[in-house]
């Protein structure tokens, strides 16, 4: 399984940016999805992360600010991010778990076997 992102880049204070992650596999019924971050000399740490029956969690930090989605047809997974700050600043990667999920999505990086290349994202004031 590969997961190819795009839609990083540079962006002020304030703006906008969508990241996008597309695994190169049939759909599959149960899974979690995440988007994780790492700045530079900082561990990496969850963003959002959503379910096959489309439960959410997101950080508190992006809260109100961050959507991700997912379309599992495509198989396809988003993030929009909006209000960004520069300590939004990082290298964003989406990961993913296939397979029987016993509880909640987590941020656990060590849980998602398969991960994206990872794509900068950064916010400048």
């Known amino acids: 399984v590969q997961l190819v992102e795009s839609g990083g880049g540079s962006v002020q204070v304030g703006g906008s940016l969508r990241l996008s992650c597309r695994a190169n596999?049939?759909?599959?019924?149960?899974?979690?999805l995440a988007w994780l971050r790492q700045a530079p000399g900082k561990e990496r740490e969850g963003v959002a992360t959503i379910r096959h029956d489309a439960d959410l969690l997101y950080a508190d930090s992006v809260k109100g600010r961050f959507t991700i989605a997912d379309d599992n047809a495509k198989m396809t997974l988003d993030l929009q991010m909006n209000s960004l700050r520069p300590e939004d600043t990082a290298t964003y990667y989406c990961?993913?778990?296939?397979?029987?999920?016993?509880?909640?999505?987590?941020?656990?990086?060590?849980?998602?076997?398969?991960w994206g290349q990872g794509t900068q994202v950064t916010v400048s004031s």
């Open positions: 596999m049939h759909p599959f019924n149960r899974y979690c």
């Open positions: 990961a993913a778990y296939f397979g029987l999920v016993v509880g909640g999505c987590t941020f656990r990086a060590a849980e998602y076997y398969y």
